[in-house]
């Protein structure tokens, strides 16, 4: 499968944990990007990367949530002393850059994060 | 700020009947605007954008800047069309081409009974 995977698929924490969730994107795809979805609602951006450059955060992603891109390939995204809010599905989509332009975003499965 | 409207939570036809979902939006400068299909189970996955201007799977949409619209229509639904349909608005550059975050509307589920 060529297309963005992400991992795990399902966390369930208890609140205060720490989670780390991990995106791979389509191997030639220099963007990155995260979005949030809650129940009944659309994604909400958190945050894109171009190569390894973060370039735009969200309100949306409080002290508490840092993402990572380190060598331009894979992502990462921490989120500290979890609470019960940020239960939600979090995904992944990648897309490539034209210039100063995008292609369409790619987006992975999700990674299903419930806090109890 | 940019807002994007799905008015319909839910949508239900027959088979063989239109169908029509509406997406508004709200942005100050120049939009790209997608429509993203998720099936029962699947990834989300676009299913066109305005730039391109394609059918798909007999879907069509058409950009209404002076209503600020971009309803997506089918002359005849079918069964496998029942899924949940994301309008999404994306910053345009001066050539109309999207680069940085997507926003959503919440989305409608249409349901096409046989």
């Known amino acids: 499968d060529t297309g963005v995977s992400q991992d795990p698929r399902h966390k369930i924490t208890k609140r205060g944990q720490n989670v780390t969730f991990r995106c791979d994107p389509i191997?030639?795809?220099?963007?990155l990007y995260w979005y949030r979805q809650t129940l009944g609602q659309g994604p909400e951006f958190l945050t894109y990367?171009?190569?390894?450059?973060?370039?735009?955060k969200s309100r949306l992603l409080s002290d508490r949530f840092s993402a990572e891109r380190p060598k331009g390939s894979f992502s990462t995204l921490e989120i500290q002393r979890t609470e019960q809010g940020d239960s939600a599905m979090y995904l992944c989509?990648?897309?490539?850059?034209?210039?100063?332009?995008?292609?369409?975003?790619?987006f992975g499965p999700g990674t299903r994060l419930t806090v109890l | 700020a940019q807002r994007v409207t799905q008015p319909e939570k839910l949508l239900s036809v027959f088979k063989g009947a239109p169908v029509e979902l509406k997406c508004n939006y709200s942005?100050?400068?120049?939009?790209?605007l997608f429509w993203y299909v998720q099936y029962s189970r699947q990834r989300l996955q676009l299913l066109l954008r305005?730039?391109s201007r394609e059918s798909i799977k007999g879907f069509t949409a058409d950009l209404n800047k002076g209503e600020t619209s971009f309803h997506l229509k089918k002359p005849f639904a079918q069964e496998e069309d029942s899924a949940m349909y994301y309008c999404?608005?994306?910053?345009?550059?001066?050539?109309?081409?999207?680069?940085?975050?997507?926003?959503f509307g919440q989305g409608t589920i249409l349901t096409v009974h046989p």
């Open positions: 989509a990648s897309g490539r850059t034209s210039g100063s332009t995008t292609d369409t975003q790619y």
């Open positions: 191997s030639e795809h220099n963007r």
């Open positions: 990367f171009q190569n390894e450059a973060q370039l735009e």
């Open positions: 942005y100050s400068g120049s939009p790209e």
């Open positions: 305005h730039i």
């Open positions: 999404a608005l994306g910053p345009a550059n001066a050539g109309g081409t999207s680069y940085g975050k997507l926003t």
